[in-house]
């Protein structure tokens, strides 16, 4: 009976194109080679450079160690892959790194969009190579030679490490913990895909709009698995939603693991969703959640638990949990943001860095009662001729039907023009009414099936064609950009 249900599930899986194909998946294997080549060819060039004997500069190595849902074995079509850079003891993060390495990727055939990211706990280096996002921290070994595999939870090869190569490790020590603690990977790995995609449908998934992120899903995943080892896909969905609904939170989320403290810094449950990552010293996941966002998951989850009470049955509708969320029929106004700059090459960096300030907008919002839903979508208003990018967030019910939006804006541009490296943008916040939203914002338009619920933009530097819904000739459902050899299978995003 649950065997047929979950079968139902994975075809559905399948036919939404959330299990990446053999070609993609070859095609992520020889990205990853190739950067293993690039950061060999680099390592050997930096010793050269120091001036490292022959012997030395023959025997030294780097190595690329995946992570995130890549590592995991839980990627779509549309992840990035995260990619930790392993380099030697001379192999310094601000000159060989972020220039010689910088310099070494800039201009190479394939290789587009890179940016270095600095003043994060995690720096890194993001740039898209053959068509994939790339994401490439880096962690600095006390060794000459890192062997291909290392396996860095070994004590000898963290000794002496520096603090930010150790944050750097902690994607890798997550990852390698929650596959020693699921008790069947190929369950978790097909749970936290179909989780990942109610959550993208919903409009709750997003670390950077206040909702849950990869990591944070993955770890309540893994803690849904461990607690029925024995269930089926099925049953693993109703209990995860059930699990979550029912949760006492702020209580925090932690797997169950023998070698981990369990010593709790008071200080870190002031989240509203504490989830704990499976490693030492203690670590929460960042989370950006704020009271209207909290609330939403909530909702969320609430609806997840009460639409799969009964997914064991044999013809259970699987499509009624993952239908995309409603925005234009539960909510009568909107704030737009709107935010473009002269080029898209600024854009890309400008869009990024606006978003990564989203949680104050979302704060002070808040703050001025007038609390909303950060739909994560992302348009474009293809009327201007100028680079840009808009999001629509839902505004509840709040106190005031009026915010003072130019005080919000004030404060949120004093924000977004500190510390921004780059030529600012231009910021725009109004109130627009749901009669105003441009049809393709319009989600609960666009049919719910072989269309996704969120449309991202790829590719700052490519042309975008508007793709209109399958059963609504007129209505754009989002855009997809022109690329010379990847081939998209829906509304990209
Ligand atoms: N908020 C966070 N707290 C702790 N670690 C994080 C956080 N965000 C990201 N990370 C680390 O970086 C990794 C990659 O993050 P990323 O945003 O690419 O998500 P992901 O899980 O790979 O999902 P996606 O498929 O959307 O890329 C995570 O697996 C985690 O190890
Ligand atoms: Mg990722
Ligand atoms: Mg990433």
């Known amino acids: 009976m649950e065997g047929e249900s979950s079968l139902s599930l994975l075809q559905l899986m399948a036919k939404e ?18 950067l293993k080549k690039i950061i060999m060819a680099w390592v050997k060039k930096v010793a050269w450079q120091r ?11 780097a190595t690329i160690l995946t992570y995130g849902s890549y590592g995991l074995g839980v990627h779509g079509s549309d992840s990035d892959i995260d990619a930790l850079c392993v380099g030697p003891v001379f192999a310094t993060m601000a000159e060989d790194f972020f220039i010689v390495l910088h310099n070494m990727l800039k ?12 003043d994060v706990k995690v720096p890194l280096m993001r740039f898209k190579l053959d068509g994939i996002s790339i994401d490439l921290p880096y962690a600095q070994l006390k060794v000459l030679s890192v062997p291909e595999d290392v396996d860095i939870l070994n004590p000898c090869f963290l000794s002496d490490i520096d603090e930010t190569s150790w944050k750097s490790l902690s994607g890798i020590r997550v990852n390698k913990r929650i596959h020693q603690l699921v008790p069947n990977l190929e369950n978790f790995q097909s749970l936290l895909r179909c989780i990942k995609f109610w959550a993208t449908r919903r409009g709750v998934y997003g670390n950077l709009n206040g909702f849950l992120g990869g990591v944070h899903l993955a770890i309540l995943t893994a803690f849904v698995c461990q607690c029925h080892p024995n269930a089926s896909l099925s049953a693993l969905v109703s209990n995860f939603f059930k699990t979550f609904a029912l949760w006492p939170w702020p209580t925090p989320v932690e797997l169950q693991d023998g070698a981990m403290p369990t010593t709790i810094n008071p200080a870190e449950t002031q989240f509203f969703m504490p989830i704990r990552l499976p490693c030492s010293p203690s670590e929460y996941c960042h989370s950006n959640i ?17 639409l799969t009470k009964d ?3 044999p013809n259970f509708d699987w499509e009624n949990i993952f239908e995309p969320f409603p925005y234009s029929k539960k909510y009568m106004r909107f704030i737009k943001i709107y935010v473009s700059a002269a080029n898209q090459d600024d854009l890309g960096d400008w869009v990024g860095w606006v978003k990564s300030r989203f949680r104050f907008l979302l704060i ?27 999001f629509y967030w839902g505004l509840l019910p709040g106190k005031t039907n009026f915010p003072d939006i130019e005080s919000v804006k004030e404060a949120f541009w004093k924000v977004v023009s500190n510390g921004y490296q780059g030529s600012l943008g231009r910021l725009e916040l109004s109130i ?26 790829f590719d700052y530097n490519q042309q975008r064609i508007p793709i209109y819904s399958q059963h609504l000739p007129d209505y754009v459902v989002g855009y997809m950009t022109t690329n010379r050899d990847t081939k998209y299978p829906s509304a990209g995003g």
Request: hydrophobic fraction near 30%.
């Open 17 to 34: 194109g959330l299990v990446p194909s053999p070609e993609e998946e070859e095609r992520r294997k020889n990205v990853v080679e190739k």
């Open 107 to 118: 201009g190479r055939e394939g290789l587009s969009e890179i940016h270095c990211v600095k």
């Open 290 to 306: 704020t009271r209207c966002t909290f609330y939403k998951i909530r909702v969320e989850f609430l609806r997840g638990h009460k």
């Open 432 to 457: 627009v009414q749901v009669s105003q939203l441009p049809n393709y914002a319009r989600l609960d338009n666009a049919s719910r099936k072989g269309t996704k619920a969120c449309w991202k933009i």
């Open 51 to 61: 001036r490292l004997p022959t012997k030395h500069i023959a025997e030294t190595s």
């Open 311 to 313: 997914a064991g049955r």
């Open 364 to 390: 002070k919002l808040e703050e001025v009662q007038s609390p909303c839903d950060p739909n994560p979508a992302e348009y474009v208003d293809v009327d201007v001729e100028e680079p840009n990018a808009v």
